[in-house]
């Protein structure tokens, strides 16, 4: 009981930890409602432990940003260092949707701090944007004028800016800046193609010479579609050798390959010359 007593009396005597004391908020600061933080309010920015004031130059505005500067600058000037000067505008331009910039007026073009007039050649028109121009249809860009596009007997105009701005009618082909006819042979047909000899050997025929060949599709072998016109291709289980088509012969143990034009081993036997063995 005495030793009960001893013991209750130590922890008695053993003084309670005070909680601990939130830091203080300075002056022109809010603090957080969770933990021991606080913010500068509007127009301060924080300072080690203190809220300093923002110095806001002239012509500018406190802004509601925690981060940066704390200012921008007015409409109609820009920041330089820690001052806003005043943007003078150029003849022919404007103040962009900034504010802090400005741009050319539709017909001018920006060079260093003034507008430059563009100079749209005849036959010419201002481009979407309004700084730079393109040639009307039927004319293209040489030398900083539009020169009118010559289109030979034949041909039609394009519409494209680039290249020669004309093609060739179908059945015709550009030869020396001139619309030549496409003589098609017996056998063949005309292609949509702007290259190549405009046109091909109908199916079962091949090009030779100028001219469309008939294919001679030996036994066991058949006709298939190629970009050359056509050629010919064996059954499966042959082979082309000599113009013919040869049968595969098959081992003992073998099966056709993928193509079906060869033999391989069944598993788990090895080819040894033309045959299949067990290999130990």
Known sequence: MRSL?????????IPFLSAAEPNPVPENAT??????????????ERDNDECAKISVPDNAYLTNQTYGRGWDCKWGYKQEQD???????????????????WACDRGFVKEQEACRLVNVPKNAYLDGNGRNWQCIRGYVSHDGRCEKIAV????????SRFGK??????G??????????????????LTDSS??????????????????EFIEVPA?????????GGDWACNRGYVKQNGSCAEVILPANSHLNFRGDEWECDRPYRRQTDNCVLID
């Open 152 to 159: 030979p007997k034949r041909g039609y105009l394009t519409g």
């Open 31 to 44: 603090g957080s409602t969770y933990g021991n933080r606080w913010s500068c309010n509007a127009g301060y």
């Open 5 to 13: 007593i001893l013991g209750i009396a130590s922890l008695l005597a």
């Open 83 to 101: 001052n806003c000067v005043e943007i003078i505008l150029p003849d022919n331009a404007y103040m962009d949707s900034s504010g802090s910039r």
């Open 195 to 212: 290259f190549g000899d405009g046109w091909e050997c109908e199916y079962g025929y091949r090009k030779s010479d100028g001219m469309c």
């Open 172 to 189: 015709f082909v550009e030869t020396d800046s001139d619309c030549i006819e496409i003589k098609v042979p017996e056998n063949g047909y």
């Open 165 to 170: 701005g004309w093609q060739c009618e179908r």
């Open 220 to 228: 066991n072998g058949y006709l298939k579609i190629s970009s050359s």
